[in-house]
């Protein structure tokens, strides 16, 4: 059986680490503990994310970010491909291209003219002297 630590789960949720050990704690998903780590067996996170996506934000908590590379631009190009899209955000000078699911796309109802904000978060950036 798969397993996954809380950081793993948090991830996989779409949440912070805090806002996955705090669910926990109110047994909102079982965790045991090895050594001294949460473990989350994945059936039983399987099942609350169903519960999550159905209740429409992961619980009915506000949905917050620590993305702090925010873009809020207008979309204007969208390319929908059979399973692939590029969905392209004008935000002020800068023209952020983002490659993501057609599905992505179609469940955010985007369209070219909507106001969108396009979050960059990495865990590596490069600069090359121009």
């Known amino acids: 059986m798969e397993t996954y630590t809380i950081g793993q789960a948090a991830r996989l949720l779409g949440v912070s680490v805090d806002t996955a050990r705090r ?11 090895e050594g001294n780590r949460r473990i989350v067996d994945g059936p039983a996170l399987a099942s609350f994310c169903v519960e999550a996506a159905q209740d429409g934000d992961g619980g009915g908590e506000a949905s917050y970010t620590s993305a702090r590379n925010a873009f809020p631009g207008i979309v204007t190009g969208i390319r929908l491909g059979e399973v692939s899209a590029q969905v392209e955000v004008q935000a002020g000078p800068h023209r952020v291209v983002s490659l993501l699911t057609r599905e992505a796309v179609e469940e955010l109802g985007l369209e070219v003219g909507m106001r969108a904000t396009a979050r960059v978060k990495s865990t590596s950036v490069h600069i090359d002297r121009g």
């Not at 669910?23 to 503990?33: G, K, L, Q, S, V």
């Open 23 to 33: 669910w926990a704690d109110a047994d909102r998903f079982p965790t045991r503990r």
